[in-house]
């Protein structure tokens, strides 16, 4: 079992930064690949990028490339989304994901947290 939590959502003005945090319990939780995706209001939920357990590759959305970045720290069982250049379309509650393998399509993750909303404004 891995239970995750995000935190560092918030409002932001367009061309600002912000990180995200996701922190992970469960013995095994270094062992899984990380993701985020994101669900903006009447769309569906949307693969942003993802990390595989040890941090050595990553992957990414076309439409987040060179703005954000992921990284993971095993030691302290966190995963971080540092966005930048960040534009209104990127308003949308952003969800932390842990599963066996990295895929994009959201309904293959198997653990989620309760996420957070990150609002971009124009």
């Known amino acids: 079992q891995v239970q995750l939590v995000e935190s560092g959502g918030g409002l932001v003005p367009a061309g600002g930064s912000l990180r995200l945090s996701c922190a992970a319990s469960?013995?095994?939780?270094?062992?899984?690949?990380m993701g985020w995706f994101r669900q903006a209001p009447g769309k569906e939920r949307e693969f942003v990028t993802a990390v595989s357990w040890s941090g050595g590759n990553t992957y990414y959305a076309d439409s987040v490339k060179g703005r954000f970045t992921i990284s993971r720290d095993n030691a302290k069982k966190t995963v971080y989304l540092q966005m930048n250049s960040l534009k209104p379309e990127d308003t949308a509650v952003y969800y932390c994901?842990?599963?066996?393998?990295?895929?994009?399509?959201?309904?293959?993750?198997?653990?989620w947290g309760q996420g957070t909303q990150v609002t971009v404004s124009s």
């Open positions: 994901a842990a599963n066996i393998r990295i895929e994009t399509d959201w309904g293959q993750w198997g653990y």
């Open positions: 469960g013995r095994t939780a270094y062992s899984y690949a």
